[in-house]
């Protein structure tokens, strides 16, 4: 059965409002193979490529370059189409997802997947002389318009969809825009540098990449660079002050290679647990105050902290928490109603909190208790181990007892040695049986775990 989707775009007037109505034309809107690009030229490819849309349906945007993500992002808004943000990339995702939504469409560039003969393949946007470009009219949508339809990730079953109208995405953006100007020190007029290394089609990526340029003074790079040397290399590119939006992935790779950067006025990051000795390392080695992100695709992003510095996270601007026994409730300006979460928090009177882990990752053994995240980080601890992950396995038939799982890379370590360390770490009920050593963990795009590709790595070491 199709799902459908309402534009939401209201017949009355007052309730539209004009993405970059009222920006500096002339302002850098983005930066691609070393050109900037302005607003007007900007909203120029927006016309551009509204033209080869359908009349209806919803997009899946599939585009590569961000760039052309966000021109074909807006073109599709500007027809009142809805875009699509599955949890992944991968053929059976977007099947799926178009399954679901009939008059879904493909949006791609010239970079993305050829895989799919239907495709609207978009054109490179390569104009010799920007200023000669025809400029597009500001882009008109509904407050109530639906501006994206998030899927989570899968890491805890199966992807499940979030509506985002424009509102939604209006709100949220002056929440972000608040908290990093305030960290770069931004002065009026003046407009700081995008380079992000998570893909557009990510809900964070969305929020850090898509949308600060088009609600606030950023320009975005059109790349996603993924080698510590091409990351430097794009860095170097753009002019200060410049913001590497990334994750723990990425930065511990960026420290494993000893990769200079060009000077950073912030590093922010999120997708997976940023841990404090990391985050040090990192201010250390870049002198540049990193920002951890709080939030999720259900919620977008909702607190911040400096990690290096604090254990506990600072909520946005009018958000509210309201922390009970199975998770927490989180009310905003920015949310159409509240949304429920599985993170179990301590809110102390300032309004800052502390995680305390999921609902689903707490674990009560023989009376004990123990959680995911914490055996995780101890497992990744261990000297020799690159990346590890602990998880809880489904109950077998006829069972109730759902044990506890690991993957561990570990180049020169075994799996016995990797036991009888963490033994001295945790108590034995929580030792992970199986623990099978690979050769890398399955994350996606932005170094999460899906668990469907957990359970598929260990049955593969299994087999």
């Known amino acids: 059965m199709s799902a459908s989707v309402d534009s939401g775009r209201p017949g009355d007037p007052a309730t539209l409002f004009s993405l970059l109505g009222e920006a500096d034309h002339e302002r850098l809107f983005a ?9 007007r030229a900007f909203l120029g490819d927006v016309a551009r490529a509204a033209a080869l849309l359908p009349a209806s349906g919803s997009a899946i945007n599939l585009c590569e370059d961000r760039y052309s993500f966000v021109v074909s992002y807006c073109a599709a808004a500007s027809r009142g189409h809805a875009t699509l943000l599955p949890s992944s990339r991968a053929i059976q995702a977007i099947a799926e997802v178009r399954s679901a939504y009939a008059g879904a469409y493909l949006l791609g560039d010239q970079q993305a997947c050829a895989t799919h003969a239907d495709m609207i393949r978009l054109p490179e946007f390569d104009i010799d002389d920007r200023h000669t470009a025809l400029a597009g009219l500001p882009i008109e949508v509904g407050a109530a318009q639906v501006a994206a339809i998030g899927f989570t990730s899968g890491s805890t079953g199966l992807p499940k969809p979030n509506i985002k109208t424009w509102q939604n995405f209006r709100l949220g953006s002056r929440l972000n825009i608040e908290v990093l100007s305030r960290v770069l020190g931004l002065t009026d007029g003046q407009t700081a540098s995008v380079l992000a290394t998570v893909p557009a089609q990510h809900m964070y990526g ?22 510590p040397a091409d990351i430097a290399c794009e860095l170097a590119s753009l002019p200060a002050p410049r913001v590497l939006v990334t994750t723990p992935v990425h930065l511990q790779a960026l420290l494993r290679e000893s990769q200079a950067l060009p000077p950073l006025a912030a590093i922010v990051c999120a997708t997976a647990p940023l841990s404090r000795e990391l985050a040090q390392a990192v201010e250390s080695r870049y002198q540049a105050p990193l920002i951890e992100m709080f939030g999720s695709t259900e919620t977008c992003v909702i607190a911040h902290r400096r990690t290096a510095s604090e254990c506990d996270w600072q909520t946005h601007p009018s958000v509210a928490l309201s922390p009970h026994a199975e998770g927490t409730l989180v009310n905003a300006d920015h949310l159409c109603a509240p949304v429920q979460l599985q993170d179990i928090i301590e809110l102390d009177c300032s309004g800052r909190f502390r995680l305390c882990g999921r609902n689903a990752d707490l674990l009560e053994i023989g009376g004990k208790r123990a959680s995911l995240a914490d055996l995780t980080r101890r497992l990744q601890s261990i000297d020799g181990v690159d990346d590890a992950v602990v998880f809880q396995l489904d109950a077998e038939p006829g069972s109730e007892v759902r044990r506890i ?59």
């Open 206 to 227: 969305m929020e850090l990449s898509v949308l600060l340029p088009l609600f606030g003074p950023f320009s975005v790079h059109s790349g996603r660079p993924f080698f």
């Open 31 to 39: 930066w691609r193979k070393g050109r900037g690009i302005s607003v």
């Open 405 to 463: 799982a690991a993957l561990a890379v570990a180049p020169g370590r075994s799996q016995r040695d990797l036991l009888a360390r963490l033994r001295e770490a945790v108590d034995p009920l929580f030792l992970p049986r199986p623990l099978r050593l690979v050769a890398s963990l399955p994350r996606n795009e932005t170094g999460k775990l899906p668990r469907a590709a957990l359970l598929a790595a260990l049955g593969a070491e299994q087999s």
